[in-house]
C-alpha cells in the first residue's frame, strides 16, 4: 500500500516524505538523501495534468501560498482557477530555472547565502529541470504559476536553503527576464526558419534561369520580368524582416533581474554578475522600467506581423498562379490538398492556410497594443496576459515559415503556359517608350506615341512587335528598323540595365549575391 505525505502548515510548504514502494511515471516529491536526489512518483499517471498529492488538500484544504503570510484566508477557487498562469506559462521553466542558477550564483557570491546552500539549489534545479524535460512533474494551479511551481517544488526537494532563492527578486523581475530570455531564443529560431525559406526561393530561382513571366501592377500586366528576378523580391522582403529581429533582439537583451517589485534592493547584489551570467549585454538601469516594459514584445510582434504579411502577400500570389485562370504554377500532391465532393480538385492549401493565419499575427500584436495602451508605470496583473499571445504569434509565424518553405520546394512553374500567356498584354510597351526617348523624344512625348501605337494595336487584334514599319510611321516618322530590337518579351528583357532591374545580367548579379550570402552554392 502506498504512502502519503502530510503537509504541514506551519512553516509553509515543509512535508512529512515518505518513499512510495513502486515509482512511476510523474513526479509527487523528492527528498534529499545525503548529496543525492532521489524522485519518488506517485501511481498517477495524467498527462500535463495539475494534481494534489496532500492530504490537506483531502480534506478541503489549501497549501499556504508563498505570498500568504498577512492572509488569515484563502482565495476562493473561481478567483484561483481565473488568476492561474501555469496552464501556459511552464513554457518559460527553461528560462525560469536559467535566472535562477544565475541568481544564486550571485547571491553565494555577495555572502547572501553559503556556498552550500548555493549548491543544493542548484542541484536541486537540475533534479527539476530533469523531471520536467521527463514529462515527470506535477504542475499545480494552487501554485498559481511557473515561478512558485519550480520554487516551491525546489522547497519540497531540499527543504530551508530553497526559501533564500527569492532574495533581492520579486517575481516582477523574475517574469520579465525569462520573457526576454525566451524571446531571444525564439528570435533566433524565427531567423533560423527565415533562413531555410530564402534558400528554398533562391534554389528555385536557380532551377528557372531565364524564364520571363508577366509582372504586375494593379494585378493587371504591366512589363516582362525574369521569373528569379521575382523570386528574389521574397528574398528581399525576408531579409528586412530578419533585420528587424535581429534589431529587436538587440534592444531586449538587456537584464531587468535585481529590479525586484519596482525599486530595486538595499540587499547588496551585484546586477552586472546575472546579467553577464545571463548573456545580456547589461542590467537595466532603470528598476521601475525594468518591471514595466514590454516594448520588446510588442516590437517583437511587429515584426512578426509585417513577416505575417509579406508570407500572406506570397500565398495570394501563388494561389492566384496555381489557379486554372492562371496556370502558371502547380503544387505536388505532397503540398496539396482534395475536395470532400469534388474529385477533380487540387489545391493549394497551405498557401491558403499561410495567408489566413497571417490574421492571427496581426490579432496577436493588437491584444498586446490594446493591453499596454491603458496601465500605469511598474508591474500590473494585466501583463499576464501578455505570454498567450507572444506565444502563439511565434508558434503561428514558425510554421507559417514552415510551410512555404515545403511549398517552394515541391513547386514547378509552367513554362510552355507561361510563354502562351506572355504575349498578351502589350509587355514590351515601356521598352518602345525607352527607344523613343533614345532618339532625344521627350518621354512625355514617347508616352503618347506608344500609347497610339498600343490603341493601333488593339484596332487590329495584334502586338506591337506585329505591326510594320510602316504602320508605325504612320503613327511617327521616328521610328525605324532598329525599333524591332525592342519590341518582344525577350527584347524588351534584354534592354533592362538599371542596378536591381530585371534585366538577364544584373539578375544574375541579384542571385550570386543571395547564393553566396545563404551559402546556396555550397
Not at 528581399?236 to 534592493?265: H, K
Not at 514595466?292 to 500570389?317: K, M, T
Not at 532598329?482 to 542571385?511: C, H
Request: hydrophobic letters at 40%.
Amino acid at each position: 500500500m502506498e504512502s502519503t505525505r502530510t503537509l504541514i502548515n506551519s512553516p509553509p510548504l515543509f512535508t512529512e516524505q515518505r518513499i512510495i514502494s513502486k515509482p512511476q511515471n510523474r513526479i509527487g516529491f523528492c527528498r534529499k538523501n545525503q548529496k543525492k536526489f532521489e524522485v519518488f512518483c506517485t501511481s498517477e499517471t495524467l498527462k500535463d495534468s495539475v494534481i494534489d498529492l496532500s492530504s490537506a488538500k483531502k480534506q478541503n484544504s489549501k497549501e499556504v501560498k508563498l505570498w500568504g503570510g498577512r492572509f488569515e484566508e484563502s482565495v476562493t477557487d473561481a478567483v484561483e482557477k481565473f488568476s492561474e498562469s501555469i496552464s501556459y506559462d511552464k513554457a518559460l521553466y527553461k528560462q525560469d530555472i536559467m535566472g535562477s542558477r544565475a541568481h544564486a550564483t550571485m547571491l553565494a557570491h555577495q555572502g547572501l547565502m553559503t556556498a552550500s546552500d548555493r549548491d543544493s539549489i542548484l542541484q536541486g534545479l537540475d533534479e527539476i529541470e530533469r523531471c520536467i524535460e521527463a514529462g515527470e512533474f506535477v504542475w499545480r494551479t494552487d501554485r498559481e504559476d511557473v515561478h512558485m511551481n519550480i520554487e516551491a517544488a525546489l522547497t519540497d526537494m531540499i527543504g530551508e536553503p530553497a526559501k533564500k532563492l527569492h532574495t533581492a527578486r520579486s517575481r516582477n523581475d523574475q517574469v520579465v527576464t525569462d520573457l526576454r530570455l525566451w524571446c531571444r531564443d525564439a528570435i533566433d529560431k524565427i531567423l533560423s526558419c527565415i533562413k531555410r525559406l530564402q534558400v528554398a526561393l533562391v534554389t528555385l530561382a536557380k532551377r528557372n534561369e531565364g524564364l520571363i513571366v508577366p509582372g504586375y501592377t494593379h494585378l493587371q500586366r504591366a512589363q516582362p520580368v525574369l521569373l528569379q528576378h521575382l523570386l528574389l523580391s521574397y528574398v528581399e522582403q525576408l531579409e528586412r524582416d530578419a533585420g528587424r529581429l535581429v534589431d529587436c533582439r538587440g534592444r531586449l537583451n538587456v537584464c531587468p533581474l535585481g529590479a525586484c517589485a519596482l525599486a530595486g534592493t538595499g540587499l547588496p547584489i551585484d546586477r552586472f554578475m546575472t546579467s553577464d551570467a545571463l548573456g545580456f549585454t547589461a542590467p537595466m538601469r532603470n528598476s521601475i522600467d525594468a518591471v514595466s516594459d514590454r516594448d520588446f514584445v510588442l516590437e517583437f510582434l511587429s515584426a512578426n506581423s509585417i513577416a505575417a504579411i509579406h508570407l500572406s502577400r506570397i500565398g495570394e500570389e501563388w494561389v492566384l498562379w496555381a489557379s486554372e485562370e492562371f496556370g502558371f504554377l502547380t503544387p505536388s500532391d505532397s503540398v496539396s490538398t482534395g475536395s470532400s465532393i469534388m474529385p477533380q480538385k487540387k489545391n493549394p492549401d497551405p498557401m491558403e492556410l499561410v495567408r489566413g493565419k497571417s490574421a492571427r499575427v496581426v490579432g496577436d500584436l493588437v491584444t498586446l497594443l490594446v493591453l499596454c495602451k491603458g496601465l500605469p508605470q511598474a508591474y500590473n496583473r494585466d501583463l499576464q496576459e501578455d505570454k498567450e499571445p507572444l506565444f502563439d504569434s511565434v508558434k503561428t509565424l514558425t510554421g507559417m515559415l514552415e510551410v512555404s518553405t515545403e511549398f517552394a520546394q515541391n513547386i514547378t512553374f509552367n513554362r510552355e503556359r507561361i510563354q502562351r500567356a506572355l504575349p498578351a498584354g502589350h509587355l514590351d510597351a515601356t521598352t518602345l517608350a525607352d527607344y523613343l526617348v533614345n532618339k532625344n523624344i521627350p518621354f512625355r512625348t514617347s508616352h503618347d506615341i506608344v500609347g497610339r501605337s498600343v490603341a493601333l494595336c488593339v484596332s487590329k487584334h495584334c502586338q506591337l512587335q506585329d505591326l510594320t514599319l510602316d504602320e508605325l510611321r504612320n503613327v511617327n516618322p521616328i521610328f525605324d528598323e532598329d525599333v524591332y530590337e525592342y519590341l518582344g518579351v525577350e527584347n524588351s528583357v534584354k534592354k533592362f540595365a538599371s542596378y536591381g532591374s530585371t534585366g538577364s545580367e544584373r539578375v544574375t548579379e541579384q542571385l550570386g549575391f543571395w547564393a553566396n550570402k545563404l551559402d546556396v552554392n555550397r
